[in-house]
């Protein structure tokens, strides 16, 4: 379980042991052997290398996604998941972002091993709301709520129309944004197809999820049961 963790391979986890590095309960193990129940209480009562061990599978992350982090986990430069601990990367399951933010978005970004959680997410079915605030080049006309609540607009080279939109204006170059689908570059492009270009777009809101507001952009934590269950308000 260790090793599916991050922590090592099976013969470095030995090492660690036999140096004294694993202790639970209070006690160092040091017979490799000893059978250690998986449960809930693991991460309170075991410690390795003088930290609390990291969160069991079935990890969710909530992340300030910040500007110039890429959500894969292959293409070169900066990604989302190195603002995780190095040794999460090792984990099997491994982690996955929720969806896919812009290289150039930044924001609430989920993450997690739980491919459940993932899909329910995702699932176009589900309609979990993404609020968005878009700073733009120019003015808004004026129709664009209207034009984005139809529920017939078209964006080029879809095949039917997106599903209404909320448009809450903030300023004349300020909006909010809240879209039930995820098409690819969906608010760049709704803009784009007013005559208008986004600037800077920020993921606010997730459901009923916000960011807290102290968390700053590379920072993130771990959500709870209970915040997981604002994604679907
Ligand atoms: N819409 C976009 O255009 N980009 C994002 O990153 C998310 C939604």
């Not at 190095?86 to 978005?105: C, E, F, H, N, Y």
Request: charged share 25%.
């Amino acid at each position: 379980m260790l090793s599916s963790m991050g922590y090592g391979t099976r013969s470095e986890i030995g090492w660690l042991a036999k140096a004294g590095r694993i202790v639970f309960d209070a006690e160092a193990i040091s017979d490799v052997t000893m059978r250690i129940p998986v449960t809930p209480d693991l991460v309170a009562r075991m410690n390795i290398n003088g930290e609390a061990l990291d969160p069991l599978p079935g990890i969710v992350i909530l992340l300030n996604k910040p500007v110039g982090a890429t959500c894969s986990h292959k293409e070169s430069g900066a990604l989302v998941y190195d603002c995780l601990p190095q040794r999460w990367k090792r984990r099997v399951p491994g982690i996955s972002a929720v969806g896919r933010l812009d290289k150039q978005t930044s924001g609430l970004l989920l993450l997690t091993d739980d491919g459940d959680l993932l899909h329910r997410v995702t699932s176009p079915r589900q309609r979990v709301r993404k609020t968005y605030r878009a700073r733009l080049a120019r003015p808004l006309n004026g129709d664009e709520a209207a034009v984005f609540a139809s529920g017939s607009l078209t964006l080029k080279g879809d095949d039917k129309p997106l599903a209404p939109v909320l448009l809450e204006v903030v300023t004349d170059q300020e909006a909010l944004l809240t879209i039930t689908e995820g098409r690819y570059h969906q608010v760049r492009r709704m803009f784009a197809a007013c005559g208008n270009h986004v600037l800077e777009l920020y993921r606010e809101r997730l459901g009923d999820l916000r960011l807290p507001e102290d968390l700053a952009p590379g920072d993130w934590r771990l959500l709870d049961a209970k915040d997981q269950m604002l994604i679907f308000q």
